[in-house]
Nanobody
C-alpha cells in the first residue's frame, strides 16, 4: 500500500521560509520520481517541483530560485525547501509519485503566506 505523508506546512509571513517533508512507504523510493504540486483555492493543481531517482530536478518558473527540492533515500523522504515566500504561494501542497502507472497523492499540507 502506497502512503505519502506530508508535513511542515503552516502560516508564515511574506519573505519567510518553510520546509515541507513527505515520507513515503509502499514504493521502491530509490527508483521513484517524486514531485510536489500545489493547489490554491479556486485554482487548478499545478506542478511545483520534481526530482528523479538520479537527483535531476525541475521547477515551475514561478518558484525557480526560491524553492529547492531534495531527497533522502535512506529516510524515504522528499523535501521542499521554500524561501522568499510570497502571498501567492499560499496553497495546499501535495506530494506525489507514480507506481506502475498509477499516480499517488498525499493528503496535502496547507501553506499560508501572509502579507
Amino acid at each position: 500500500q502506497v502512503q505519502l505523508v506530508e508535513s511542515g506546512g503552516g502560516l508564515v509571513q511574506a519573505g519567510g521560509s518553510l520546509r515541507l517533508s513527505c515520507a513515503a512507504s509502499g514504493i521502491i523510493f530509490e527508483i521513484s520520481t517524486m514531485g510536489w504540486y500545489r493547489q490554491a483555492l479556486g485554482k487548478q493543481r499545478e506542478l511545483v517541483a520534481a526530482i528523479t531517482k538520479d537527483g535531476s530536478t525541475n521547477y515551475a518558473d514561478l518558484v525557480k530560485g526560491r524553492f529547492t527540492i531534495s531527497r533522502d533515500n535512506a529516510k524515504k523522504t522528499v523535501y521542499l525547501q521554500m524561501t522568499s515566500l510570497k502571498p501567492e504561494d499560499t496553497a495546499v501542497y501535495y506530494c506525489t509519485t507514480d507506481r506502475r502507472g498509477t499516480n499517488y497523492w498525499g493528503q496535502g499540507t496547507q501553506v499560508t503566506v501572509s502579507s
